[in-house]
């Protein structure tokens, strides 16, 4: 088969005075991801979508949250790293298409930066990727601003 398709999702909860970072970039914030990396969720769910398109697991199978090799780790290093997994096993990436859900803050003024450092980790035109930021309304853990969470597919094809 020629192409694969790749779904991740990644949900962290949010702690006060922590910082929050999303698509490799800092966003201005009162709370951050509680996780044993930087918690990244969109990265997260973008790694996941890319190993799922090549048959190898998800991110905790690769790094795990046991490990202290991973504790604090910016995830941009852990989409490389999958990058090189996907390339190892005789995949391109296709494109990235992505989605963050999360109350507050307004993110729209960030996604321009998520999308050039996701594009840069992956090694990808900035053009073949999309992140797209929503509220939930109110409703759940990311309407009332106790979590974020993220989805991302994966076009990947072989070289």
Not at 67 to 89: A, C, M, P
Request: overall charge negative; proline content about 3%; some cysteine.
């Amino acid at each position: 088969m020629k192409f694969r398709i790749g779904h991740g999702y990644d949900v962290h909860a949010l702690g006060g005075g922590l910082p929050l970072v999303l698509g490799g970039v800092h966003i201005a914030h009162t709370k951050g991801c509680i996780a044993h990396s930087d918690g990244d969720v969109l990265i997260h769910a973008v790694c996941d979508a890319l190993l799922g398109a090549v048959g190898e697991g998800d991110i905790g199978k690769h790094f795990p949250d046991t490990s202290d090799e991973f504790k604090g780790i910016d995830s941009r290093i852990l989409l490389q790293r999958v990058t090189s997994i996907v390339r190892d096993k005789g995949y391109a990436v296709g494109n990235i298409d992505s989605t963050i859900v999360m109350q507050r803050p307004k993110l729209r003024p960030y996604i321009d930066a998520m999308r050039a450092e996701i594009a840069k980790s992956v090694g990808i035109d900035v053009d073949a990727v999309s992140v797209k930021a929503t509220t939930s309304e109110h409703l759940g853990f990311e309407g009332e601003e106790r979590g974020v969470s993220a989805t991302a597919v994966a076009l990947v094809c072989k070289e």
